[in-house]
């Protein structure tokens, strides 16, 4: 039985939505800027301008059309005139989902699978792939990025400026402080990080992140000709990531909240509704909007410790249960054949490289090892997906399972090896996903000890787990008893996967990195000549095994001592 044969695949559902209109939308938190004379100019065509938006652990119930208690009304609008993707998937954590989307490839294929890129590693997306802004570059777009980055800097080789974006204005950590752009590494080990393409941007703080980097989206849509140049805008917040902080007029409205980190965030994500809402007001102030395709993702699943929800589904940021990789996503655009509905078609992070490719008139096949599919017709005109499963990660190097052995897995998986795959119907997990509880809404005014334990499933004697995603999206009811040939197939589709992955690359942390030997700040310690001899990668065994069978643990597994741990992010 092959897998894809396991079930039917999801059809769409259509939901009507009312009608749009930003003619009476003015803008806020802006700075004036000076309106050159596009309009008048005739049209010229070209592909669509691209407008990508990503929030960082913003949670699956974070937003008002999931009937959020968080005040969202224009990304609702936005999605209400487009397409939502319900069956949208993302990666845990911060690192492998941008690397997905950059590169097109799971990070099995980059050997990003394991933790995140810390600011001391040497350590960044390979240099043999490819980016989607160099394709989108090749096709004559111009292509710009603000936000935060999050994928390695130790050479300047690692910018985004040498990735395929023609200007940068953002952070390259993976967390930093809203105002005044301070980020640490623990204790003691802080620098200032925000840069101006390949230059620290000393004097540029003060200002709140989200308003500063919308502020930035402005003045390029301000200082470019749409009907000159296809325009690519990569706008990646850091919101809504802790340090919980927002400015007080955002907080106001959920005074109410008894939670006072529900309360914050809450805030932080209005604040983020009100940048897209300006955003969007430029795009048309500006005459892009009527060629362009705006798109909605988060990073990651949401954080109840800070204030995140991902309520009804279970897990949180950092886990592979649908808390932690099912995102939030929309597409909206003058250009899309069929709004106004709600899309059920399989959609990954990495579908999104040769879906962009594809709407710029690029070649996407000219990138060979992808993994996404271009997804336009499923989107934009209801076409079936091209995808059929999802293998959302085989990380070798986190703590295996104690229960996990080859046994469990029929001799075909060691299933103490953390892995998750979706084929079709079927969602199958192996080892360990991460704490399994469903955590409601944050409605009381603390957090009695007791209160967590609501609904906390752990089963340390687990380690396979199998769930029909299609029926049961909550993952309530573990069927991995009850379907042995179901679970067979899929552990045999890790073992397909793994003999394809690459070594993982996550080198030990690199003493130079220290931003005191910077100047105080964060950036590029290692010149682009000397040699990377990758100290800390850890290379699979390469012994003759059985059809199905891995190498035994001890030569599968190295254990790596590391703060970061997917259940404590």
């Known amino acids: 039985m092959a897998v894809s044969a396991l079930t039917g695949f999801s059809v769409v559902s259509l939901l009507s939505l009312g009608y749009l209109s930003w003619d009476l939308m003015s803008p806020n938190q802006v700075e004036n800027e000076s309106v050159p004379n596009f309009r008048d100019r005739s049209p010229v065509p070209h592909p669509p301008h691209i407008i990508f938006i990503m ?59 394991h933790s995140i890129i810390r600011p001391r590693q040497p350590n960044c997306l390979p240099f043999d792939q490819v980016t989607l802004p160099q394709r989108l570059q090749e096709a004559g777009y111009s292509t710009h990025m603000v936000g935060k980055w999050h994928l390695g800097f130790y050479k300047k080789e690692c910018l985004p400026t040498r990735r395929g974006f023609d200007s940068y204005f953002g952070s390259l950590t993976g967390s930093v402080d809203y105002y005044t752009y301070k980020s640490c590494d623990g204790p003691g080990m802080c620098g200032f990080d925000l840069h101006e393409g390949e230059t620290v941007a000393w004097g540029q703080g003060g200002k709140y992140s989200t308003h500063l980097y919308t502020q930035r989206v402005r003045k390029i849509l301000a200082a470019h000709d749409p009907q000159a140049q296809p325009l690519f805008i990569y706008l990646s917040f850091q919101a809504v990531h802790t340090p919980l902080q927002s400015p007080r007029e955002y907080i106001y409205p959920y005074r109410g909240l008894g939670n006072v980190a529900r309360r914050k965030y809450a805030a932080m994500v209005s604040a983020v509704d009100e940048a897209v809402r300006n955003v969007t007001y430029a795009l048309r102030k500006y005459g892009y909007y009527q060629n362009s395709v705006i798109i909605f993702s988060t990073d990651n699943g949401g954080q109840p410790f800070s204030g995140g929800s991902n309520w009804p589904l279970r897990g949180r940021k950092g886990t592979y249960w649908e808390g932690g990789v099912r995102g939030l996503g929309f597409v909206h655009s003058p250009l899309l054949r ?3 509905r709600v899309s059920k078609a399989l959609v990954h992070i990495t579908d999104w490289y040769p879906t962009l490719v594809g709407l710029a008139g690029g070649n996407a096949s000219q990138t060979e090892g992808l993994d996404g599919y271009d997804m336009w017709g499923a989107i934009s005109e209801e076409k079936e997906s091209p995808r059929l499963e999802i293998l959302h990660n085989i990380d070798p190097l986190y703590n295996p399972a104690r229960s996990g052995s080859l046994q469990s897995g029929y001799g075909i998986w060691n299933t ?5 795959i979706r084929a079709g119907d079927w969602k199958l997990l192996t080892g360990d996903p991460g704490y399994g509880d469903w955590t409601p809404p944050q409605m009381l005014p603390g957090f009695p000890g007791g209160w967590w334990n609501l609904e906390r499933h752990l089963e340390p004697q687990k380690s396979v787990w199998l769930f029909n995603i299609s029926g049961d999206p909550y993952e309530r009811y573990d069927l991995a008893e009850q379907r042995p040939d179901v679970v067979k197939e899929l552990l045999a589709r890790l073992v397909f996967y793994n003999r394809t992955s690459v ?18 700040a964060w950036g590029p310690w290692v010149g682009d000549e000397e040699e990377d001899h990758w100290n800390g990668v850890y290379h699979k065994k ?7 069978k891995l190498s035994k643990t001890k030569s599968f597994f190295r254990r790596l001592n590391t703060r970061i741990m997917s259940n404590r992010i």
């Not at 390469?542 to 199905?548: C, S």
């Open 416 to 420: 103490a090896i953390q892995a998750s």
């Open 503 to 520: 070594p993982v690359r996550y080198p030990s942390e690199d003493p130079r990195g220290d931003p005191d030997l910077n100047e105080g």
């Open 338 to 340: 069929r709004k106004r």
């Open 542 to 548: 390469t012994k003759d095994r059985k059809k199905y």
């Open 55 to 113: 929030t960082d652990d913003q949670g699956f119930n974070d937003i008002g059309y999931h009937g959020s208690d968080i005040q969202t009304p224009t990304l609702d609008k936005l999605a209400a005139d487009g397409v939502k993707l319900e069956n949208y998937y993302i990666q845990p954590i911060c690192t492998p989902s941008r690397s997905q989307l950059i590169t097109g490839r799971y990070q099995i294929h980059t050997g990003l699978q």
